[in-house]
C-alpha cells in the first residue's frame, strides 16, 4: 500500500487534516516524530508521498546540534525533487524545501525601514495565479482565510512558480515541477489544533500580537474554522492529486 510519510517536529504539529485528505487518495499514513528521536528515512519509496511539517526551529538552525534531523531532511528533499517524487512541505517544511532547492530563507521583515514582523493569527492568503493555469487551484476562491504561524519567509527557489501571497509575505505557497509544493501557510489545523497552539506557544503569540493576541485568534477560528475547512479540504484533494499524478 502506498504511504504517506509525514516528519514532524514537534508533538503539537502533526498532520492533522493532511492526514485525512492522505486516506482520501488511498495512502496509508507513517508518521516519523523526529522530535522524539525517530529518524529521518534515507529514501522514500517511488509511489509514496513525503511530507514534511511545522516547527519552533528554523532554517538558520541546520547544523545545531539540538536538531540533528535538519540537516538529513534538507538532503532527502533536495534528492526527493530531483527524482521527480512528490512532495508537501506546511511552514517549517516549505522554507526547508526552499533552501533545499536554493532558496534563501531568513526573518520575515515589513515596511521602510523595515521592521522585524511575526505573521501569526488568521488572514488571507491571495492567489497568484488562476485555476486555469493551475490545477491545484481549481475550485478554489481568488483569495481563502488560513492560520498563519510564522516569523521566517523564504525566496521561491530557482525554477520555482509562486501561488499565494499576503501584504505581509510575497512568498506564500509555490511549486516546484509538478509534484513538489510548499506552503508557507497552515491549511491542516482544525479548531481544536488552534485551541492548543494558542495555548501551548503563548509567549510566540504575544510577541506577533500582544497580550490579547490569543483571545484574539480563538475568536476568528469560531469564525473562519468551518470556511477554512471547505476550502482547506478542496486545496488538499487539489494537492494530493497533483503529487499523485505521475509525471
Known amino acids: 500500500m502506498p504511504r504517506a510519510h509525514v516528519l514532524t517536529h514537534l508533538e503539537t504539529e502533526g498532520p492533522s487534516r493532511i492526514a485525512d485528505a492522505a486516506r482520501r487518495f488511498g495512502l496509508e499514513v507513517e508518521l516519523h516524530p523526529l522530535f522524539s528521536g525517530a529518524a529521518v528515512p534515507e529514501e522514500i519509496p517511488d509511489g509514496d508521498v513525503l511530507v514534511v511539517m511545522g516547527g519552533s526551529m528554523g532554517v538558520g538552525d541546520v547544523g545545531d546540534p539540538r536538531y540533528p534531523f535538519l ?3 534538507v538532503e532527502l528533499l533536495e534528492r526527493h525533487v530531483a527524482r521527480g517524487r512528490p512532495v508537501l512541505g506546511v511552514c517549517l517544511g516549505a522554507q526547508l524545501l526552499a533552501h533545499a532547492l536554493g532558496g534563501r530563507v531568513s526573518p520575515l521583515f515589513v515596511g521602510d525601514p523595515p521592521v522585524r514582523y511575526r505573521e501569526v493569527g488568521w488572514g488571507a492568503v491571495t492567489f497568484t495565479a488562476t485555476d486555469a493555469e493551475e490545477p491545484v487551484l481549481q475550485g478554489l476562491p481568488p483569495s481563502m482565510v488560513v492560520l498563519h504561524w510564522h516569523g521566517d519567509t523564504f525566496e521561491i527557489p530557482p525554477g520555482g512558480t ?3 501571497s499576503t501584504l505581509a509575505c510575497e512568498n506564500q505557497m ?4 509538478s509534484r513538489a509544493y510548499g ?3 497552515h491549511v491542516e489545523i482544525t479548531g481544536e489544533d488552534a485551541a492548543v497552539w494558542v495555548r501551548e506557544d503563548a509567549d ?3 510577541l506577533a500580537n500582544g497580550p490579547a493576541g490569543g483571545r484574539r485568534i480563538l475568536e476568528d477560528t469560531e469564525r473562519w474554522v468551518a470556511r477554512h475547512t471547505r476550502e482547506g479540504d478542496k486545496l488538499l484533494d487539489n494537492l494530493f492529486r497533483a503529487m499523485l499524478a505521475r509525471a
Open 183 to 185: 506552503l508557507q501557510f
Open 174 to 177: 509555490f511549486r516546484v515541477g
Open 204 to 206: 510566540f503569540v504575544r
Open 71 to 73: 540537516a538529513p531532511e
Open 162 to 164: 509562486r501561488l499565494a
